[in-house]
């Protein structure tokens, strides 16, 4: 079963990233790397993020600088199984059902309450993985029952053909 090991955070914004960072931290399980902008994100996708925290908007990168959603679609085109967790100061639901539609995973305002939220999407996360290995798993399994039950199946069909076995109870 796959687990979480890599968690990026990008956020222009250097102490929001440095708090998510240390908050998060206490989680030894996972190795988390933080990145000041979108491009330099994408630079390391070759690290394979299990999941991204990703600010919506980039106005301390610069004017030229990625806004989240092309990021976000960026993500998802290089490596789609990878979470994105849109973080934004925007509380407006429109922004929120636009970075969904675009394949986010949550989208959490950063508030008081966020640091606490991404603690929650990432056991969610979590969840959701050991869920879909565990249907994997029940899905090879079903075929190879099937697969067994269909060579049982064939080879009684054999034997009765080659008379080996028979209908015929023994005391008739």
């Not at 030229?64 to 990021?71: S, T, Y």
């Not at 999407?121 to 067994?148: C, H, P």
Request: some cysteine.
């Amino acid at each position: 079963m796959k687990t979480v090991q890599n968690i990026f955070i990008v956020d222009d914004d250097a102490i929001q990233a440095m708090m998510l960072q240390d908050y998060l931290s206490k989680y030894s399980t996972f190795t988390i790397h933080v990145f000041n902008s979108g491009e330099e994100c994408l630079k390391n996708m070759s690290i394979n993020p299990d999941i991204i925290f990703l600010d919506f908007n980039f106005d301390k990168a610069g004017k030229d600088a990625m806004n989240g959603i092309d990021i976000l679609k960026e993500i998802k085109t290089l490596r789609p199984e990878t979470e994105v967790v849109m973080f934004s100061g925007q509380d407006k639901i429109e922004v929120a059902v636009n970075t969904m539609k675009y394949g986010a995973f949550d989208y959490i305002v950063k508030s008081e309450s966020a640091f606490h939220r991404s603690e929650n999407v990432i056991y969610n996360i979590i969840k959701r993985m050991k869920l879909a290995g565990e249907a994997k798993l029940y899905k090879k399994l079903t075929y190879s029952f099937g697969i067994a039950f269909l060579i049982l199946l064939l080879v009684i069909l054999w034997l009765y053909n080659a008379g080996l076995i028979s209908n015929n109870p023994g005391w008739m």
